[in-house]
């Protein structure tokens, strides 16, 4: 079971500050963790903990990252998680790794003298899809029910705060309890970047690579409309990789250019032209 070793050090090093664009989504998940941080006033004032935050969005545009910068916003040890690796042969071996996971997120905390936690789980619709959906499976069916259990047991008496961040493509397909109050309650949209959110990620992902002086970024913001940031990603590491191969000094515009065309061909994007 691989949720420890997600959790490593380094990523919980991830900031807002180093995702680009998303400005509504940063904005919103901030405001919410403000309840984690200042739980004190949250108590005085009766107000139920935040238990759970969906993000919702298409793949690569930064969810996990979002949940990293979430967990050293509130000062919380972070846990990861993928919904398919609940999903098992055996009945109730999902329902066990659920509480081991909850477990997992309390150890980790009060090894590193931290209060609370953040369990971030991607692809949550996997486990948490509509009960009786599944033809007869029972095992989804458990494995959301103690994932349920887990979160409404949570209480703001517990010695450690734990925090459900989900992740997911198909709010569509997401059984209705998990959206009820006091469980995923809050929820945040995650949207492809625009144009200037495009340029923001590409910004960052060059900053550590030497760009020859006819690289305009906000051209290449322009020529990748339909892009996420995952894709970003690949255009400057894919520009970086062609100039390598001609032993080039520099990234050029030609390079951009050429890295842009790959990850079009690469991923088949389905776009619009932008112009
Ligand atoms: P999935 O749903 O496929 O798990 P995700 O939404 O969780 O995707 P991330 O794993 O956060 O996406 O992003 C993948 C990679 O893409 C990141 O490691 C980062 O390099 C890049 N990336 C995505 N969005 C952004 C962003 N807004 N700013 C900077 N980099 C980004």
């Given at each position: 079971f691989t949720t420890v070793s997600k959790g490593s050090v380094q990523e919980q090093?991830?900031?807002?500050?180093?995702?680009?664009?998303?400005d509504m989504a940063k904005g919103e998940l901030r405001e919410a963790l403000e309840f984690i941080k200042d739980i004190e006033r949250i108590k005085t004032l009766g107000i139920r903990p935040l238990k759970g935050i969906l993000l919702n969005g298409p793949?690569?545009?930064g969810k996990t990252l979002l949940a990293k910068a979430a967990a050293r916003f509130t000062g919380s040890a972070f846990l990861a998680a993928s919904?398919?690796?609940?999903?098992?042969?055996?009945?109730g071996v999902g329902a066990q790794r659920v509480r081991q996971l909850f477990k997992q997120a309390r150890d980790t905390a009060k090894r590193n003298n931290k209060t609370s936690a953040v369990i971030f789980i991607d692809e949550i619709e996997v486990l948490?899809?509509?009960?009786?959906?599944?033809?007869?499976?029972m095992e989804y069916d458990q494995t959301l029910n103690e994932l349920l259990v887990q979160m409404d047991g949570?209480?703001?008496?517990?010695?450690i705060r734990v925090l459900v961040i989900g992740a997911t493509n198909r709010i569509d397909i997401l059984d209705q309890a998990l959206l009820r109050p006091g469980r995923f309650d809050r929820q945040v949209k995650v949207d492809l970047p625009d144009k200037n959110g495009r340029l923001k990620i590409l910004e960052l992902h060059t900053r550590n690579k030497p760009l020859a002086d006819d690289v305009t970024l906000d051209d290449v913001a322009n020529d990748t409309?339909?892009?996420?940031g995952a894709h970003l990603e690949s255009v400057a590491n894919e520009a970086a990789i062609l100039a390598f191969r001609e032993s080039a000094g520099t990234i050029t515009a030609q390079h951009l250019h050429g890295a842009v065309e790959k990850v079009i061909m690469g991923e088949k994007l389905d776009r619009i032209p932008s112009k």
């Open positions: 090093l991830i900031s807002f500050d180093d995702i680009g664009g998303q793949p690569g545009t919904g398919s690796e609940f999903v098992e042969m055996y009945v948490g899809g509509k009960r009786g959906q599944n033809a007869g499976h949570m209480s703001d008496k517990d010695d409309f339909g892009f996420s």
